[in-house]
């Protein structure tokens, strides 16, 4: 018998879905390797010592065995489970909606310290910060950090400073342009103020996130954008972003 | 596995049971073969399956798994309809009678909120509660400690409480991360003793 490989690392749960009789079947977001997936067997068994370290979101160490294409979990030890995003839906919502895009941003098995890093912060701040708030900063940090998002302050085509103007974010244009170089391209429109937040929003030190305010047509134009533009950029359906905007 | 070298029925067959929770590839394939040297076994399961999906349905009321509309509970006497009690599903409502330790209703919700999965409130058996609430004087919410299990209870105690109703949760006893369906009589019995307001 092959001898497997066991490895140890810290990871956020990113997903945690039922399998088979009494398994779990989940996503995480490493500090030492990215993106993983494995199967912890037994997890929802009420004695399994991996249940509490296999829930969503939970920040937990873990032990793993190399798999061929699914890695097993050994031990998980929770760090972590963020019991505020649990207790109130529209926390829950705005965590799924960050860990989603993550899951669907990241590549597997590429090491990203930072957006690890940047991943648990968000997960913190999301006890006193408007959860929208931090579900639009994060995602405007994520995409811009994966390349996806280049400029935000000025426009993408001809390089036209965007500040108190109108703006249209565009996957096809690859980020946001002036009302001269939209086109026929399939745009969502961003009124000056909204352009103005998503620069706060993206910019400001994350402590100064509780500070910021929107009202409630400035929130459905960035949240709206922003789902709008990842969807078409990553080409998948995201759903937790979905549900958000049935919510608020 | 490779299916081209089976008759097309089989391999239908094969591909029928992987699609079955917790039936990988391999298992597939034993099973079926193992119906076709046992024809009797595989005709009584044919036979039991069309007639749970002929006789079997959601309780009107409830939502429980019934081939009487509305159910035994919901229709039945020496129940304490003053008691509802919210679960995930109908296999827990099984392991809730199983302790005897509970006399009043159930509302099955099939599933729980789940953002990522795209199952929310509109996916679930939940706007009917409120048809229910009178004369009902405590809710218990009895959905598993998981993420998702404690985002839906805490959802359905925002909701719940214009109503003035008493709303609890099974409390100590079910660690996080737990299924009801797995936790012994006891556990349970300790869990609804122990129930805490919401
Ligand atoms: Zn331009
Ligand atoms: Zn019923």
Known sequence: MVKMAVYSTDAIVIRSREYGESDRLITLFSREKGKIEAIAKGARKPRSTQRGGTQLFTYADFLLYRGKNLDTVSQAQPKESFIHLWNDFDRTIAASGMVELLDTAAPKEQPEPELFTLTLSFLFLLRHVDPYIAQAAFALRLMHSAGYLPALDECGDCGKSLRGEQAFISAEAGGLVCATCKNNRAVKALNPGSVALMHQLYKADLGMLDRLRWNKKVREEILGGLCFFCEHRLEKRLHAWRQGSEFI | MDYLHYPRSLSDLIIAFSRLPGVGPKTAGRLAF?????????????????????????????????????????????????????????????????????????????????????????????????????????????????????????????????????????????????????????????????????
């Open chain 2, 34 to 198: 193992f119906l076709l040297q046992h024809s009797g076994e595989a005709e009584d399961l044919a036979e039991a399956i069309r007639i749970a999906l002929r006789d079997i349905r959601q309780c009107s009321v409830c939502g429980n798994y019934t081939e009487e509309d509305p159910c035994k509970i919901c229709s039945g006497q020496g129940r304490d309809k003053t008691m509802l009690c919210v679960v995930e599903q109908p296999r827990d409502v099984v392991a809730l009678e199983k302790t005897g330790e509970y006399k009043g209703l159930y509302h099955v919700l099939h599933g729980v909120l789940s953002p990522m999965e795209g199952i929310g409130p509109e996916q679930l058996n939940l706007s009917p509660i409120f048809q229910r609430l009178e004369g009902i004087k405590e809710v218990v919410v009895a959905v598993n400690p998981t993420v998702e299990g404690e985002a839906t209870a805490h959802y359905l105690s925002k909701l719940l409480k214009p109503f003035g109703l008493k709303v609890t949760r099974l409390a100590h006893g079910l660690p996080v991360g737990g299924d009801l369906e797995y936790a012994d009589e006891v556990t349970i019995a300790r869990a609804l003793e122990g129930r805490r307001v919401l």
